[in-house]
């Protein structure tokens, strides 16, 4: 099966630009979760899906982050507009409904540099 | 609050030596810790899970809920060991995890 996949693998943008990110989960997981790491920080939760509603978006930092996952398929991640901290790499994951995280599957993530 | 804590950023062992990567908890309810590894130019997998009590790779990693910690233990390191370890910690709804800061280990020839 296809594993998780998220686009684009690398970007670099200017402060103040939009980028929109995306993640494709495993083809049947409802689950869909968003993490972050930045520079020389831990990885850190942002979001959790559950087919289109937001379970748990507590994780998110500020209102400039915009999660969307329209018909419970591909999620976006939109940071708008982008500031030097948000550089980092951003990761999805998807699981089976009622596994938690023991069906974890995370994406290559994307590598974010705000320059 | 929960938090995770791996006090060693890199751990170089040679080859055949034994290793431990240490991580740390607090968490007030029943904890379930996790290891994930990142191989070069690899995405983050899961390698083991102390609920299962299993052996992956030769690694293993006991729960010790008076000290809190959940230490990865491999008894021969390997040089395709090398990577990057996380221990995670999931809350009750199972749906966050918490990181530690990750471990480089690097097994030298």
């Given at each position: ?109 994307t590598r974010l540099t705000v320059v | 609050a ?108």
């Amino acid at each position: 099966e296809a594993g998780v996949t998220q686009f684009p693998s690398h970007s670099v943008i200017e402060k103040g630009q939009t980028v929109t990110l995306r993640c494709d989960p495993i083809s049947g997981h409802d689950n869909l979760y968003w993490y972050r790491r930045v520079m020389g920080k831990e990885i850190k939760f942002l979001l959790h899906f559950v087919k289109e509603s937001k379970q748990d978006e507590s994780g998110m930092p500020n209102n400039r982050f915009l999660a969307e996952r329209t018909g419970g398929t591909y999620s976006t991640l939109k940071v708008q507009p982008a500031e030097l901290e948000d550089s980092g790499v951003y990761f999805c994951a998807s699981s089976q409904l009622g596994t938690g995280n023991y069906g974890y599957t995370f994406g290559s993530g994307t590598r974010l540099t705000v320059v | 609050a929960q938090r995770v804590t791996q006090p060693e950023k890199l751990l170089s062992v040679f080859k055949g030596a034994p290793v431990e990567l240490k991580c740390n908890y607090s968490y007030s309810g029943s904890p379930e810790l996790f290891w994930y590894v990142q191989y070069s130019r690899q995405r983050l997998q899961l390698l083991l899970r102390h609920i299962s009590r299993e052996s992956i790779k030769g690694f293993t990693a006991d729960l010790n809920k008076g000290e809190t910690s959940f230490h990865l233990k491999k008894p021969f390191a390997q040089e395709e060991d090398s990577a990057m370890y996380y221990c995670a910690l999931i809350n009750n709804a199972g749906n966050m995890l918490t990181f530690g800061g990750g471990t480089r280990l690097m097994v030298k020839p």
